[in-house]
Nanobody
Framework: VQLVESGGGLVQPGGSLRLSCTAS??????????MSWYRQAPGKERELVAD????????MYTDSVKGRFSISRDNAKNTMYLQMDSLKPEDTAVYYC????????????????WGQGTQVTVSS
């Protein structure tokens, strides 16, 4: 199983970035997985930024990014995205892609897959 993030980098405050997470090697279809973005800033705990459900595509955001970030997925491409607008210095962190749990035939199947992370730095 592989989750590969891309799209991180250095951006000025107020700028935008689009992160991608491409999955491969899943036992179940990508569409069956709940997918999430987490981030971890230096000296802080890893926190959930946003997630998108496998069923219905419902989304959830942590309060600090509501109205600025948008999570989406393209199941045909096995890819999840995080569009980040109006970036702030406090958004600086390593951003991680997470997959799990999966759902099949009405059952929840516990998975806990992580990508390697991509650095996002917001600075002038």
């Amino acid at each position: 199983v592989q989750l590969v993030e891309s799209g991180g980098g250095l951006v000025q405050p107020g700028g935008s970035l689009r992160l991608s997470c491409t999955a491969s090697g899943f036992e179940y279809l990508f569409a069956n997985f709940d997918m999430s973005w987490y981030r971890q800033a230096p000296g802080k705990e890893r926190e959930l930024v946003a997630d998108i459900w496998s069923v219905g595509g419902r989304t959830m955001y942590t309060d600090s990014v509501k109205g600025r970030f948008s999570i989406s997925r393209d199941n045909a491409k096995n890819t999840m995205y995080l569009q980040m607008d109006s970036l702030k210095p406090e958004d600086t962190a390593v951003y991680y892609c997470h997959a799990g749990p999966a759902y099949s035939q009405g059952r929840e199947i516990r998975y806990d897959y992580w990508g390697q992370g991509t650095q996002v730095t917001v600075s002038s």
